[in-house]
């Protein structure tokens, strides 16, 4: 039990997959920029997550491995995770509306998309077993949606402040970055697994 | 000669895929503590994306328009796939520090990006030529990114020692934050020289 707990805490504040890792840095500096967008984009990737990484598992150990096609691993994880990404969309909007309205039209952007396609990936590389890897992919989510929210309260305070024209926008998002990565810089060496 | 020079040369100041487009930025912070990182990640990518702008524009005319995404996502990760495997044969040391990232080429935007707006609509050899070039800005931005951290963190380049002993490396440079903090300067800096040239270019009348 504690060995799990340890996992989790480590994903989401120690090994923050956003800002010690740099994955997903696309969809934190593009959605950023209102927090209900963020709230939204922050539980689909941890669902996302959690499925397509138990789902890659069971393809490696049981198709791949056996067959010894482990240098496939890069071509398969990708369609694979992006065909399920778009399954679930279309099961989502068929069968619990509310949920799709609540965040479906994020799934498509993260049907491609480093963190979401890198989890199943550093998974497989740790030789995590089945639970493992779903409390590590929980575990990155959660370290995703909070780096996510963290950033756009930031950016929502940011709209009042006066930035120099030339790091307005993207520049700025930078540097705030950078600075909320030095502060979660401080939780290193807490937890090593 | 002209045109091919033209769609060349976009991709690495006016359209740059990492200060401008702000596309495919994960690599650009998480391999570019070292400069032989940053140089070998570049090659890599300019590879891919030059190989995959000219396998999508061959096969343009035979995909169905409707399956198009998922026969990019193939094309990528075949390519990525040979590229890893060539790594991991001749430059060992290189593949294990590139680690996940050189997996994770197959999802960079930039170049399913560069696929759909330029290569499935243009010829083999402009399509060739943007994919070079689009590559060629990129690996100049990593490049630079590397060079930067690398002499600020350690004091060398290419693992050369450049600043004497009097230099006190800012560890912090070569850590998580570091990057982040350098690339929102460097974008800003970019834009600056955008504007700046666009103003200049302005008052000669050439626009």
């Known amino acids: 039990m504690g060995h799990y707990l340890t996992l989790l805490a480590s994903n989401i504040v120690v090994n923050n997959f956003v800002l010690t890792r740099f994955l997903g840095l696309c969809i934190f500096f593009g959605v950023s920029k209102s927090l209900n967008a963020s709230i939204g984009m922050g539980m689909a990737v941890t669902s996302v997550m959690t499925l397509s990484s138990m789902l890659a598992w069971v393809i490696y150990h049981f198709v791949l491995t056996p067959f010894h096609l482990q240098f496939l691993t890069t071509a398969v994880f990708v369609l694979l995770i992006a065909s399920f990404v778009q399954l679930l969309e279309m099961i989502i909007k068929k069968h619990a509306s509310t949920l799709y309205n609540m965040w479906g039209i994020y799934l498509l952007l993260i049907a491609t998309n480093c963190i979401v396609f890198g989890v199943p990936l550093i998974n497989v590389e740790n030789n995590y077993s089945f639970l493992e890897s779903t409390v590590a992919a929980v575990g990155a989510g959660l370290g995703f949606a909070l780096a996510i929210v963290l950033m756009a309260s930031l950016r929502e305070k940011l709209r009042l402040a006066d930035v120099p024209k030339a790091l307005q926008g993207l520049g700025i998002a930078f540097i705030l970055a950078g600075m909320l990565s030095l502060a979660f810089l401080g939780f290193s060496g807490m937890i090593s697994v | ?207």
């Open chain 2, 1 to 207: 000669m002209r045109e091919l020079w033209d769609i060349f040369k976009k991709g690495i100041i006016a359209e740059n895929p990492i200060f401008v487009l702000a596309l495919s930025l994960c690599p650009a912070l998480a391999v570019t503590s070292s400069a032989i990182n940053s140089l070998t990640m570049g090659l890599a990518v300019m590879f891919v994306i030059t190989a995959n702008n000219t396998v999508v524009s061959i096969t343009r005319k035979i995909v169905n328009p409707k399956v198009r995404v998922p026969v990019y996502i193939t094309s990528v990760a075949t390519i990525v796939t040979v590229v890893q495997l060539v790594l991991q044969a001749y430059l060992p040391v290189l593949y294990k520090a590139l680690g996940i990232y050189l997996a994770l080429i197959v999802v960079f935007a930039i170049i399913l990006a560069r696929a759909e707006v330029f290569a499935s609509k243009n010829k083999v050899t402009p399509s060739f030529f943007d994919g070079l070039g689009m590559g060629c800005g990129f690996l100049l931005a990593l490049l630079s990114i590397g060079v930067i951290r690398e002499l600020l963190g350690t004091g060398a380049i290419f693992g050369i020692k450049v600043l004497g002993s009097w230099y006190n490396p800012a560890l912090i440079m070569i850590l998580p934050p570091g990057a982040f903090i350098l690339i929102g300067y460097m974008v800003a800096g970019f834009k600056m020289l955008t504007e700046h040239m666009e103003k200049v270019k302005l008052e000669r009348g050439e626009i």
